[in-house]
């Protein structure tokens, strides 16, 4: 079926049940930010590809929402859908509830699949639409017309040992158990995939560039209950489990391991990663106490093991950005190179170091105008030759064991323009701003936020997407539950925690600049005035400073590029052979 077609069985789909509105939303039932295929759906339903959006469709009308990062893109592949772009005035916020309001009448059904959606999401619709007598109900549509949807995935997984993780499963889960005690809780449902992977020490391969696996956790007062398809998992992992107290269950059990809960349970749950469908088999009498998963937060803070192993991870990325780049340098305008072969070859860099075990996300490879695109996908329909003049932006990452990357870096092609070189100038000021601070214990990322994006709104300059996020440990490539953004997350942030810094300009139809570091926050002192923090940088890569405009710089700014440079250039020199570490000893001279 054409995407038109598909658009009309699902009209036809609703006539018949009496539903007045269809959400189709970009989850699965872990409410993951990466689906597996079974579960993407809006792709299925109108060819979007983006990692963010939701469809909602009534007779007369059908739209996507979504981000600003996505709006472009979204554009091009809406066209002759039957779908038309929905622009969200806020990112990550469901303004079609109060589109809905409008359009629909008093009584009518809004359909969605219940198991899809976040308990948060679905509570706020349903106390925004109760005053009109509008019915939510739990219907599926897509799985009806989706027939050649392939299964669920059914890769191996495996748990790393605790030598590697830092801590044993038995130490993590009493940690866990520990913070269920004081927020007067004794169960805990878990269903994030990345929490169940920190938990348990367990990686899998059941999402593309997520080594995670899926699975439920379920820990009561007596036990702790691991949904899984047994098949996954070798039985010397089963035993390792088995011996920390921990019991296996098929994955396809869990809706009723909750339903039979006793009835005066008293269940923590995350409500922002628990699906409205599972959280509906708690037993009604129960007591739910909602807040971030425990995991969430212990996750982020990386102990001295798991930070060890990303420094290690840092040098390989780093040995194969610096030979990425090195080789761009030394083939562009003797070969072809595009986009796309740009990518392979960076990912072929990356495969030759020894832990390599896969890219972090599809790398986004953006010559010019597609470099003005935040998320940009390449494909064989929108490749670009890069050659000419211009900037090529590349954001990347690895998955290493045991260690997570993720880095954005522009190169100038041929002869960039003035507004080229202040566009990259600024946001390098950004980047440094944000790298260099020092700040107060308590301080939350929204006042990171603003340090980060003064430099360019001191020139009337703004980008639509976070500052930054939290990474995991040969983990999600997005983590929480710190960020760094404009959205008032009232998380703190707290020495370990791992996060980007990747400031950004683009101008549509022109260029994009983000340059992208990850860095680990540390203890900086205390004073009369309390204890303080800063960051310390552990990305390394070069950072090109052939087209920076030097009078936007500071004096400060100028030292700090210049330190961070000499260290890059220092730490991979005894990695590189002597023509590398000689090209990049050059790249890494002082400005």
């Known amino acids: 079926m054409t995407f038109v077609e598909k658009l009309e069985a699902l009209r036809q789909l609703m006539l018949a049940q009496q539903v ?57 592949e809406l066209s002759g859908t039957g779908y038309e772009l929905v622009k969200l005035k806020v990112p990550h916020t469901p303004e079609y509830i109060n589109w809905l309001l409008e359009i629909l009448p008093n ?33 599926d549509f897509v799985s009806t017309i989706w027939q050649d949807r392939v299964g669920l995935p059914a890769e191996k997984a495996f748990l790393i040992d605790e030598e590697a993780a830092g801590l044993s499963i038995t130490a993590k889960i009493n940690e866990v158990r520990a913070a269920l005690k004081t927020n007067g809780a004794d169960y805990h449902f878990i269903s994030s995939l990345d929490d169940i992977a920190w938990l348990f020490n367990l990686r899998g391969k059941d999402v593309d560039y997520n080594p995670v696996t899926l699975s439920f956790a379920l820990i009561t007062p007596a036990a702790v209950k691991f949904f899984i398809d047994k098949q996954k998992l070798l039985q010397t992992d089963i035993n390792i489990l088995n011996k920390q107290g921990v019991t296996l269950h098929p994955y396809g059990d869990v809706a009723e391991a909750l339903k039979n809960l006793t009835k005066d349970a008293k269940i923590f749950i995350d409500p922002k990663r628990t699906s409205f469908g599972l959280f509906e088999c708690l037993p009604k009498s129960s007591k739910i106490i909602q807040g971030i998963n425990p995991s969430t937060h212990l996750k982020s803070l990386k102990n001295n093991t798991e930070i060890d192993h990303i420094r ?78 211009g900037l090529f932006l590349v954001d990347s990452g690895g998955q290493y064991w045991y260690g997570t ?20 100038t600024l946001v390098l000021k950004g980047l440094i701003e944000g790298s260099k601070l020092i700040f107060p214990e308590g301080t939350k990322g929204y006042q990171i936020d603003s340090i980060c994006r003064k430099p360019l709104w001191e020139h009337a300059i703004n980008f639509g997407h976070g500052t930054g996020h939290g990474i995991g440990f040969f983990l999600n490539v997005h983590e929480g539950p710190q960020n760094i953004s404009p959205a008032n997350v009232d998380v703190a942030f707290k020495s370990g925690m791992v996060t980007s810094i990747e400031p950004g300009i683009y101008r549509p139809g022109k260029h994009g600049v983000r340059i992208e570091n990850l860095v680990l926050c540390v203890p900086k002192g205390n004073s009369e005035f309390g204890d303080f923090l800063t960051f310390e940088t552990l990305t390394l890569c070069f950072i090109d400073t052939t087209i920076i405009n030097k ?9 700090w590029l210049n330190q961070y440079n000499q260290m890059v250039s220092e730490k991979l020199q005894p990695m590189l052979s002597d023509k590398e570490a000689e090209w990049l000893k050059l790249k890494c001279q002082p400005i």
């Open 20 to 76: 007045d509105a269809y959400i189709i939303t970009a989850a699965d039932p872990h409410i993951s930010e990466y689906l597996p295929a079974h579960y993407k759906a809006i792709p299925f339903a109108c060819g979007f590809t983006g990692s963010a959006g939701t469809l909602v469709i009534t007779q007369d009308f059908a739209g996507l929402w979504t981000d600003s990062r996505y709006f472009t893109q979204a554009e091009s």
């Open 107 to 139: 009584g009518a059904k809004v359909g969605f699949n219940h198991e899809l959606i976040t308990v948060a999401l679905a509570l706020e619709m349903q106390n925004s639409l109760a005053h009109r007598e509008i019915e939510i109900i739990d219907i």
């Open 312 to 389: 290690k991870a840092m040098l390989q990325d780093g040995v194969a950005l610096t030979r990425f780049f090195k080789w761009m340098e030394d083939h562009l305008g003797k070969e072809k190179i595009t986009e796309w072969s740009a990518a392979e070859k960076l990912a072929k860099f990356r495969a030759e170091q020894t832990s390599f075990a896969g890219l972090s996300f599809n790398t986004i490879a953006g010559y010019n105008a597609n470099g003005a695109l935040p998320h940009y996908n390449v494909t064989a329909e929108s490749d670009q030759e890069i050659l000419g003049n």
């Open 405 to 424: 990357t993720d880095i954005t870096r522009v190169m100038p092609i041929g002869n960039c323009s003035a507004t080229h070189a202040d566009d990259y």
């Open 551 to 559: 009078t936007l710089l500071a004096a400060d700014q100028i030292t």
